[in-house]
């Protein structure tokens, strides 16, 4: 399977704990974004990546958030002292953009689903 | 702000009717449009997408009508099967020079087609 991957698929913690979660984009996707998908909700847009450097952040993503991703390939997402209003499904999507003017399809992985307790 | 207002926010079909949903977004700067569909415990998938310059398109058994002076955009599904059963979701992104392409999704709209 070639698709966009997450990992874990679940994860229930107790608030005040940290959590990572990984994204593995479609390998030569250049770009890889983050979404939060509350229940009864469409995605929100979280922040997005263009090789390794992290180009844009919503006013969504709170201090206690932090993405990464090292060497243009993985991403990571860790919410510190997460609170229960963190609980949602967190979406990677990853695409090829060549450049200006085209729009590339982004492909969504199956998400984490994230549980605070 | 919420800048895609979809509705309705449920719908129950007969097998073999036709499932319409209504899409109105707000910032004219947006300049595409995809529907997402996405089954439960997976990610969305790309459906069908159509820019501001047609006022129509039809993959298949989908199409989406675009009306740009009323800022407005519909999926109408035909012949809807319960395979089609799913979650869909409009959305609007900015395909102009420079753009992040992130994308801006209506809350989404629960399908049922009844056999």
């Known amino acids: 399977d070639t698709g966009v991957s997450q990992d874990p698929r679940h994860k229930i913690t107790k608030r005040g704990q940290n959590v990572t979660f990984r994204c593995d984009p479609i390998s030569e996707h250049n770009r890889l974004y983050w979404y939060r998908q509350t229940l009864g909700q469409g995605p929100e847009f979280l922040t997005y990546?263009?090789?390794?450097?992290?180009?844009?952040k919503s006013r969504l993503l709170s201090d206690r958030f932090s993405a990464e991703r090292p060497k243009g390939s993985f991403s990571t997402l860790e919410i510190q002292r997460t609170e229960q209003g963190d609980s949602a499904m967190y979406l990677c999507?990853?695409?090829?953009?060549?450049?200006?003017?085209?729009?590339?399809?982004?492909?969504f992985g199956p998400g984490t689903r994230l549980t605070v307790l | 702000q919420q800048q895609v207002k979809q509705s309705p926010q449920s719908l129950i079909v007969q097998k073999g009717g036709i499932s319409i949903i209504n899409c109105a977004y707000e910032?004219?700067?947006?300049?595409?449009f995809p529907w997402y569909q996405q089954f439960p415990g997976k990610g969305p998938a790309l459906l069908i997408a159509i820019r501001p310059d047609v006022s129509e398109k039809k993959e298949g058994r989908f199409t989406i009508s675009f009306n740009k002076s009323a800022k407005q955009f519909s999926l109408h599904i035909m012949d809807s099967q319960p395979g089609d059963s799913a979650t869909y979701f409009c959305a609007a992104t900015l395909n102009s020079g420079g753009s992040n392409y992130k994308l801006t999704f209506g809350k989404g709209t629960l399908l049922t087609v009844n056999p």
């Open positions: 910032n004219t700067a947006f300049d595409y």
């Open positions: 999507a990853s695409s090829l953009a060549y450049g200006t003017g085209t729009y590339n399809e982004q492909f």
């Open positions: 990546f263009q090789n390794e450097a992290q180009l844009e």
